[in-house]
Nanobody, 127 residues
Framework: EVQLVESGGGLVQAGGSLRLSCAAS????????IGWFRQAPGKEREGVSC????????YYADSVKGRFTISSDNAKNTVYLQMNSLKPEDTAVYYC????????????????????WGKGTLVTVYS
Protein backbone atom coordinates (compact mmCIF):
# COMPACT_ATOMS: atom_id res chain seq x y z
CA GLU A 1 0.00 0.00 0.00
CA VAL A 2 1.31 3.40 -1.00
CA GLN A 3 1.40 5.96 1.77
CA LEU A 4 2.65 9.50 2.26
CA VAL A 5 2.29 10.50 5.89
CA GLU A 6 2.96 14.10 6.89
CA SER A 7 3.78 15.30 10.37
CA GLY A 8 5.23 18.34 12.08
CA GLY A 9 2.59 20.97 11.52
CA GLY A 10 1.42 23.21 14.30
CA LEU A 11 1.01 26.72 15.65
CA VAL A 12 4.01 29.04 15.60
CA GLN A 13 4.65 32.73 16.04
CA ALA A 14 5.85 34.76 13.07
CA GLY A 15 9.62 34.52 12.76
CA GLY A 16 9.64 31.03 14.19
CA SER A 17 10.46 27.66 12.65
CA LEU A 18 8.84 24.30 12.00
CA ARG A 19 10.06 21.12 10.35
CA LEU A 20 7.62 19.05 8.36
CA SER A 21 8.23 15.38 7.64
CA CYS A 22 6.81 13.17 4.90
CA ALA A 23 7.29 9.43 5.39
CA ALA A 24 6.88 7.49 2.15
CA SER A 25 6.16 3.80 1.72
CA UNK A 26 4.89 1.40 -0.89
CA UNK A 27 6.84 2.76 -3.87
CA UNK A 28 10.42 3.21 -5.03
CA UNK A 29 11.49 6.38 -3.27
CA UNK A 30 14.44 7.11 -5.57
CA UNK A 31 12.32 7.20 -8.74
CA UNK A 32 10.09 10.05 -7.65
CA UNK A 33 10.16 13.77 -7.18
CA ILE A 34 8.77 14.23 -3.67
CA GLY A 35 7.79 17.56 -2.30
CA TRP A 36 5.22 19.88 -0.88
CA PHE A 37 2.18 21.81 -1.96
CA ARG A 38 0.24 24.12 0.30
CA GLN A 39 -3.25 25.53 0.28
CA ALA A 40 -4.26 28.56 2.29
CA PRO A 41 -7.92 29.28 3.07
CA GLY A 42 -9.66 30.66 0.01
CA LYS A 43 -6.60 30.27 -2.21
CA GLU A 44 -5.45 27.86 -4.86
CA ARG A 45 -2.98 25.15 -4.01
CA GLU A 46 0.64 26.23 -4.53
CA GLY A 47 3.68 24.10 -5.29
CA VAL A 48 6.28 24.95 -2.65
CA SER A 49 9.28 22.68 -3.07
CA CYS A 50 10.48 19.29 -4.26
CA UNK A 51 13.55 17.07 -4.17
CA UNK A 52 14.92 14.14 -6.13
CA UNK A 53 16.53 11.85 -3.58
CA UNK A 54 18.59 10.13 -6.30
CA UNK A 55 20.18 13.30 -7.73
CA UNK A 56 19.73 15.83 -4.95
CA UNK A 57 18.08 18.32 -7.30
CA UNK A 58 15.66 20.69 -5.62
CA TYR A 59 13.07 23.29 -6.47
CA TYR A 60 11.69 26.17 -4.40
CA ALA A 61 8.87 28.58 -5.10
CA ASP A 62 9.97 32.20 -5.03
CA SER A 63 7.71 32.79 -2.03
CA VAL A 64 9.79 30.46 0.17
CA LYS A 65 13.25 30.67 -1.37
CA GLY A 66 15.89 31.46 1.23
CA ARG A 67 13.57 30.54 4.14
CA PHE A 68 12.63 26.90 3.48
CA THR A 69 15.01 23.99 2.95
CA ILE A 70 14.03 20.58 1.65
CA SER A 71 16.04 17.44 2.32
CA SER A 72 15.67 13.70 2.20
CA ASP A 73 16.79 10.74 4.27
CA ASN A 74 16.93 7.86 1.85
CA ALA A 75 17.45 5.29 4.60
CA LYS A 76 14.16 6.35 6.16
CA ASN A 77 12.31 7.14 2.89
CA THR A 78 11.47 10.49 4.41
CA VAL A 79 11.49 14.02 3.06
CA TYR A 80 11.79 17.02 5.35
CA LEU A 81 10.84 20.65 4.89
CA GLN A 82 12.64 22.96 7.29
CA MET A 83 10.69 26.21 7.45
CA ASN A 84 12.40 29.22 9.00
CA SER A 85 11.43 32.87 9.34
CA LEU A 86 7.80 31.91 9.05
CA LYS A 87 5.26 34.55 8.08
CA PRO A 88 1.49 34.66 8.60
CA GLU A 89 1.10 34.21 4.85
CA ASP A 90 2.73 30.78 5.20
CA THR A 91 -0.39 29.62 7.03
CA ALA A 92 -1.83 26.72 5.05
CA VAL A 93 -2.41 23.01 4.91
CA TYR A 94 0.81 21.48 3.62
CA TYR A 95 0.50 18.37 1.47
CA CYS A 96 3.26 15.97 0.59
CA UNK A 97 3.10 14.79 -3.03
CA UNK A 98 5.11 12.39 -5.18
CA UNK A 99 5.43 12.31 -8.96
CA UNK A 100 7.39 9.79 -10.99
CA UNK A 101 10.48 11.41 -12.46
CA UNK A 102 13.02 13.99 -11.34
CA UNK A 103 12.43 17.21 -9.46
CA UNK A 104 12.47 20.18 -11.80
CA UNK A 105 11.09 23.68 -11.70
CA UNK A 106 7.96 22.38 -13.43
CA UNK A 107 6.96 20.58 -10.23
CA UNK A 108 4.03 22.95 -9.51
CA UNK A 109 2.68 22.47 -13.02
CA UNK A 110 2.59 18.73 -12.47
CA UNK A 111 0.06 19.15 -9.67
CA UNK A 112 -2.87 17.46 -11.40
CA UNK A 113 -0.72 14.55 -12.52
CA UNK A 114 0.84 13.74 -9.16
CA UNK A 115 0.93 10.02 -8.49
CA UNK A 116 0.51 10.13 -4.73
CA TRP A 117 -0.71 12.61 -2.12
CA GLY A 118 -0.64 12.74 1.64
CA LYS A 119 -3.57 13.93 3.71
CA GLY A 120 -1.93 17.17 4.77
CA THR A 121 -0.74 18.85 7.93
CA LEU A 122 -1.86 22.29 9.11
CA VAL A 123 0.65 25.07 9.69
CA THR A 124 -0.64 28.21 11.39
CA VAL A 125 1.61 31.24 11.79
CA TYR A 126 0.35 34.06 14.01
CA SER A 127 1.69 37.58 14.34
Amino acid sequence: EVQLVESGGGLVQAGGSLRLSCAASGFRFDDYAIGWFRQAPGKEREGVSCISSSTGSTYYADSVKGRFTISSDNAKNTVYLQMNSLKPEDTAVYYCAADWGPCYSDYPAREHGMDYWGKGTLVTVYS
